[in-house]
């Protein structure tokens, strides 16, 4: 895959990840390869439907969940992308959440996602903000950095 390439095939995958809709779900074979691996805090699966199932459970858990990417490096056939991930979840109350993180993507040659890896750190964007486990995080915290 030439550079020209790999970056074209990055901002159709960036245009698609900040527009993302339960609607564009059907078409995710379009950004990925069949046999793609996808890994997050959460999740290590492989393939369209899993990945799918992934990106639908998020829509079904979360209100007006979306991607605000605001770096992207593209090398080769490798990209990374460093995104804020907005969402609204009742149990934590009227706010808007965000989760920073960053994703590392390798392309095959017809520029589709053959591995979509995410990074971000569960304890501080997630655990630290819901009302029980937050209060215990926040102590061990304070405790290991003593």
């Known amino acids: 895959m030439q550079q020209a390439d790999a970056e074209a095939a990055v901002r159709r995958i960036r245009n698609l ?11 995710l074979d379009l950004l990925y390869t069949d046999n793609a691996q996808f ?18 459970h998020m829509f079904t858990a979360l209100q007006g969940p979306r991607f605000v990417i605001h770096d992207v ?8 992308l460093t995104w ?20 590392h993507l390798v392309l095959a040659e017809d520029g ?13 964007e997630l655990y630290q903000k ?3 486990v937050g209060g215990l ?10």
């Open 39 to 56: 890994k997050d805090p959460f999740n290590e699966v492989r393939g369209v439907p899993a990945i799918r199932a992934v990106f639908e």
């Open 112 to 124: 589709r996602i053959s591995l979509h890896r995410d990074y971000w750190d569960a304890a501080e």
């Open 130 to 132: 819901l009302p029980l």
């Open 17 to 27: 990840f900040e527009q993302l809709k339960p609607a564009d779900l059907a078409r």
């Open 73 to 80: 490096v593209v090398q080769g056939h490798q990209c990374f």
């Open 137 to 146: 995080m926040r102590w061990l915290k304070r405790r290991a950095s003593r």
């Open 84 to 103: 804020d991930f907005l969402f609204h979840l009742p149990r934590l109350g009227p706010a808007e959440q965000c989760i920073r993180g960053s994703s």
